[in-house]
């Protein structure tokens, strides 16, 4: 049968426009708000939004991992709160405010709520919608205890704590740097290593990861406990910038950081989530929100945006690729 | 045989509870050599495999794999000694490339990152060993299913198999990519080291590709042979069950030709092809559809129902159907429970609910705002109950806290119940329930059709994978192959060994 060489099926612009849709949409966006406000592009916006959608960035970098390993995770934002709020309140305290204790402790908390999502739901099958919104809801609650029901600053925090307010050559602030940093090792472990592959190969197809010996289980458990650090290091980069712990900061997270998951899909490689895709994203969502703000609409107008963004990619994704997507697989 | 076998079942047998699946199995494969199996549904080729590779344990007897007795907890265990087995659903991800899944699991690295380059050239090497053009640098999903098959063939060989197992290879395949793939197979076999399992129910192919032969029967080995010693009526005689003890349900003699025809199709248009599907179904007979997996029984009872998109043009009740719709079939009296048991009922809800669910929106759900009427379900419900014959303590306990038999009961009870029905079609109704209780089932059906009120009498179809079952229940038996009825039987003309024939063959055999 395949005694002859494979014709590639031609591609015209009908299957070619869709891997540019956040690209475009990317462009028309930004484009549209630079018009009503000449500001809009000006150097130290485009950086504050940079440094914003950093925090954002790293979160859907994390949220990536796992929804390429087939879950889908409602809890991040409220991870990454939690993990902020331990990094604040270790180092309120007067005898412990040593930065590289308090980062290590919430780092190890963040990665352990991780381990924690995997146990219910890759060892007691709990579904992940369940058991990561159940969770969200947990950890909001320790939040609150931690931070004393209000936005938790103290005098006692050492002015290390405020390190990710620096700019690189008094240009580039801090977190974008780690924001880089996150993107380019995710992308190289995604794309280039076993563990990416294997990861991918789990959330598309498990019977065929399982056939090849691959261990579906284990893998999962891996995403999981990666996503949660993940959700540590964003928290602690906004509690850093923001000399800060907001109690709405989970809350305001969640859904771009997801959003910015699906929207990869639609960007370069179709249907796969990838981290190009989820940087442009995250960037994506915070030019809605700080152009809407800056435009002196009412911020829930960025809602609206990204909710609609969110649904029509999405819809592109299901007309295009028949198998949906891994963690938002469709019937038949 | 002279040469040491390299992979030897003695004695092999897996009991799941009290059915055994596989008995007392003696199997030799030796290097350079096809051997096949066949056997019906549910004859014990795929629990054979699974011990095979080590899905199951054996529970009696032993296995040998190079002269050494061995013992395969898992399937990473068995793919290590080199026994690799090829699914017969898909097992690719969708968006790698070819090169890419036949190295998932043991991709080639070099300080943790994957070496693409080396992956393609040992996937391309595989590719040249085997003589194949397959694109390996494109996704899988843009591939047909052939070269798809291939690709997998291609990953077995990635770790140098010593046995090849392939799980109904050709049953994804074409028409026209079934003997290609089959003299690859054999080219295969002559040029390389390696002992091929090839599972099939299609004999023709087992003919065309096979060293030797080896025929399961209800978990038993009945036949092995050189392919030469043996012929096609040979190995069908061999799957022939022996026929469990049923009871003879008594089947009145009907002159069909005078009764009114409930149901008559020729052909239709789905899944891409058209399948010719000629037969009718009377008020009072039991028709019966056999055929293997996959040979199309199903398919043709959704496009009835409407349940499957299709181009068609059939005769229900008098009326010519074109489009149709589930719930407008149901008004108009067909009706059909699901194959698979579960589909059928509401697990978690109580046999009150299951039986009513059907009729809410009728008569028990009252003109008002829909409320339903308690008092008028209850009374629905015993009545269906107790015309059933179901045993069950109370209408309020839980559907799923009744055996098999008795929700098979509760579910073709109130199937019939709806108005104006004129046409029941069972999917595999008596799948996994006791002897006892499918004997009950068989008389269910047939007062269906043979109460002696005539006016209420009414025609069935019965789709089943046993034989036996459908040779004692039905008037009539309609043989599926790839899709189509090859061939119809009345009752006087019912001979077990023709019936299976055909469906093995895909080809009628002279009245």
Redesign the interface.
């Given at each position: 049968?395949?005694?002859?060489?494979?014709i590639?099926?031609n591609k015209g612009l009908k299957e070619n426009a869709p891997r540019f849709f956040l690209l475009i949409a990317f462009i028309v966006i930004t484009l549209v708000f630079q018009i009503m406000q000449p500001n809009f592009l000006n150097i130290t916006n485009v950086m504050n939004l940079l440094a914003h959608s950093s925090i954002i960035g790293i979160l859907a970098c994390g949220n990536m991992i796992l929804m390429a390993a087939g879950e889908m995770s409602f809890s991040v934002g409220a991870q990454c709160t939690v993990a902020g709020a331990l990094f604040g309140w270790v180092l309120a305290k007067e005898s412990s405010n040593s930065i590289l204790l308090a980062l290590v402790f919430a780092m190890v908390i963040a990665a352990m709520i991780g381990l924690v999502l995997a146990f219910f739901t890759v060892k007691l099958k709990v579904p992940t919608f369940v058991c990561t919104l159940a969770m969200g809801t947990v950890l909001d609650g320790f939040t609150q205890i931690l931070t004393g029901g209000s936005t938790l600053h103290s005098s006692n925090w050492p002015p290390m704590l405020t390190i990710m307010q620096k700019k690189i050559g008094g240009v580039f602030p801090l977190p974008i740097i780690v924001f880089l940093i996150i993107a380019v090792i995710t992308h190289?472990i995604y794309e280039?290593?076993?563990p990416g592959?294997?990861l991918?190969?789990v959330g598309?197809?498990p019977?065929?990861?399982n056939?090849?010996?691959?261990s579906v289980p284990k893998v999962k458990v891996w995403a999981f406990a990666i996503s949660g650090t993940f959700c540590g290091i964003a928290g602690v980069t906004a509690v850093s910038y923001n000399n800060s712990v907001s109690l709405t900061l989970g809350g305001e997270y969640l859904m771009p950081a997801i959003a910015a998951t699906m929207l990869s899909a639609t960007f370069l490689?179709l249907?796969?989530y990838n981290v190009p895709g989820t940087v442009l994203a995250a960037v994506l969502m915070i030019v809605i929100q700080n152009g809407v703000v800056n435009a002196g609409y009412p911020i829930y107008v960025k809602d609206i945006v990204q909710g609609i963004l969110l649904t029509v990619a999405v819809a592109i994704i299901v007309l295009i690729k028949e198998?949906g997507l891994p963690s938002v697989k469709l019937e038949n | 045989m002279s040469k040491e076998a390299i992979l030897r079942f003695k004695g092999a047998t897996k009991r799941f509870g009290k059915f055994t699946a596989v008995d007392h199995v003696d199997l030799e494969v030796h290097n350079k050599e096809i051997v096949s199996i066949i056997g019906e549904n549910g004859a014990g080729k795929s629990t054979l495999c699974k011990m095979l590779t080590g899905v199951y344990s054996i529970d009696e007897g032993e296995m040998y794999f190079e002269g050494k007795k061995v013992e395969f907890h898992n399937t990473t265990e068995s793919m290590k000694a080199g026994i690799m087995m090829v699914y017969q659903e898909r097992n690719l991800v969708g968006m790698l490339t070819g090169a890419q899944n036949i190295c998932l699991g043991n991709e080639p690295k070099k300080g943790g990152l994957i070496q693409e380059k080396e992956a393609y050239e040992k996937a391309l090497k595989i590719r040249e060993q085997l003589h194949l053009l397959t694109p390996l640098n494109i996704p899988v999903e843009e591939l047909g299913a052939g070269e798809q098959q291939l690709i997998e063939i291609m990953r077995a060989f990635y770790t140098n198999p010593k046995v090849l197992i392939l799980d109904e290879p050709t049953a994804s395949l074409g028409e026209g990519e079934i003997e290609p793939f089959l003299s690859f197979i054999k080219e295969v076999r002559d040029t390389m080291d390696i002992a091929i399992i090839f599972i099939s129910h299609k004999i023709e192919e087992l003919f065309a590709v096979s060293d030797r032969i080896v025929v399961l029967t209800d978990g038993k080995n009945t036949l092995t042979d050189k392919v030469e010693n043996v012929t096609q009526v040979q190995v069908i005689q061999s799957m022939l069950r022996t026929g469990k003890s049923y009871g003879r349900i008594p089947v009145p003699e009907k002159d069909f030709n005078s009764l009114p025809t409930v149901l008559k199709v020729d052909k239709a248009i789905y899944d891409g092809k058209e399948h010719k599907l000629n037969f009718e179904v009377h008020k009072g007979e039991v028709a019966g559809f056999y055929g293997l997996v996959g040979s199309g029984r199903t398919e043709c009872v959704e496009m009835l129902y409407g349940l499957r998109n299709a181009e068609k043009s059939y005769t229900f009740n008098g009326e010519t159907i074109t489009k149709n719709k589930t719930s407008t079939m149901i008004e108009k009296g067909m009706i059909v429970t699901p194959e698979k048991r579960a589909n059928g009922i509401f697990k978690s809800l109580s046999l009150i609910d299951n039986i009513c669910n059907l009729f809410l929106a009728k008569h028990l759900a009252g003109k008002y705002a829909g409320v339903v009427n308690r008092k008028l379900s209850r009374s629905f419900a015993d009545k269906i109950l107790k015309e059933s014959d179901v045993k069950y303590n109370s209408p309020n306990q839980q559907i799923s806290s009744l055996s098999g038999g008795n929700i098979q009961k509760i579910v073709i009870g109130r199937s019939v119940a709806i108005d104006n029905i004129q046409l029941l079609i069972l999917d595999e109704p008596t799948n996994g329930i006791d002897i006892g209780a499918k004997f009950e089932i068989y008389q269910q059906i047939r007062t269906l059709t043979d109460t002696e009120q005539e006016e209420k009498r009414v025609g069935v179809i019965l789709i089943s994978s046993e034989l036996d079952e459908l040779l004692n229940v039905c008037d009539s038996i309609y043989v599926f192959a790839n899709g189509d009825i090859i061939q119809g039987f009345r009752r006087a003309e019912f001979n077990k060994k023709d019936i299976l024939s055909v469906a093995v063959r895909g080809k009628r055999v002279n009245e």
């Open positions: 049968m395949s005694r002859e060489n494979h590639r099926k190289i280039k290593t076993k592959r294997h991918y190969a598309s197809n019977t065929a990861a056939n090849v010996g691959i490689k249907g796969k198998d | -």
